[in-house]
């Protein structure tokens, strides 16, 4: 990537899209496609990230729920429920807040971290769930009670026996996940509470471009477009794979 397409230049500022600047340029006349290229990189590095520490938060917390059962099991679903009952936007809001609040958020990626952190603690609940439903039905099968009676321990039977079995429909999820964490990622920089200018992201993207949406409208239309694409095209892929996935498991019920 051409860095000089980064540096605010004068002479260009706010040209419309042309086979030079194939997207246009920026109030500082910085190149706008590779803006996105450069944010695309943040974009999808905290939502890769806030899919991995929501999926380990959720997996930890479901596993302790399906394996121990019983009233432990019933406290932490109905913490769940309770958390899954307000809406997710609220729920990392008040993380937002409660860490800016404690000046958790110091320099750039501090900042950046803590949107992270915040985007991840609203959304574990449903890996959670997920996790317990799997392996509630796991543990009654009869190699999980062959490994149990053997004298596998609780972290031994979820790692090496069921984990392997489950996983397939993990990833299946975790992807599913993926676009809404990017989709966080977008409104509550568009809102001014996530990755804030001049740091790229799309959501500081679309933040920019909606200050001069009537009269330079390429700069919010292309930012929101190419989330609009990628998302969609995710949500494809995986639904995809998802559909093979059952196919495949219902194949092998019936072979057995």
């Known amino acids: 990537m051409n860095t000089e397409n980064l540096t605010p230049q004068v002479e260009k500022i706010l040209l419309s899209p042309s086979l030079v600047s194939f997207f246009g340029t920026d109030s500082l ?10 944010g695309a990189r943040l974009s999808f590095f905290m939502g890769i990230v806030c899919s991995l520490i929501s999926f380990i938060i959720g997996f930890i917390i479901g596993s302790i729920s399906g394996l121990q059962g019983g009233w432990i099991d019933q406290l932490i679903m109905r913490t769940v429920e309770i958390l899954m009952s307000l809406p997710q936007m609220v729920t990392i809001g008040f993380a937002l807040l409660f860490f800016g609040k404690i000046h958790l958020f110091g320099s750039e990626w501090a900042s950046i971290l803590g949107l992270i952190f915040s985007i991840s603690l609203g959304s ?55 676009p809404n964490f990017l ?10 509470l996530g990755v804030q200018p001049p740091t790229a992201s799309w959501g500081s993207l679309l933040h ?8 330079y409208p390429h700069l919010l239309l292309f930012p929101s477009g190419l989330l609009f694409l990628t998302i969609f095209s995710v949500n494809v892929v ?12 219902g194949a092998v019920e019936q072979h057995h």
């Open 29 to 38: 006349g910085r190149d706008l496609f590779s803006r996105l290229i450069l």
């Open 124 to 178: 574990w609940m449903s890996f959670a769930r997920m996790v317990r439903s799997q392996i509630s039905k796991e543990k009654e099968l009869p190699y999980v009670e062959a490994a149990r009676a053997l004298g596998a321990s609780p972290q031994r039977l979820v790692f090496q026996h069921i984990l392997p079995n489950i996983l397939p429909s993990l990833v299946v999820l975790l992807g599913l996940q993926l």
């Open 183 to 192: 989709l966080f990622e977008g409104l509550l920089s568009f809102v001014g």
């Open 208 to 215: 920019e471009g909606w200050k001069t949406l009537s009269a």
């Open 238 to 249: 995986f639904d995809q794979y998802r559909l093979r996935l059952f196919r495949k498991m």
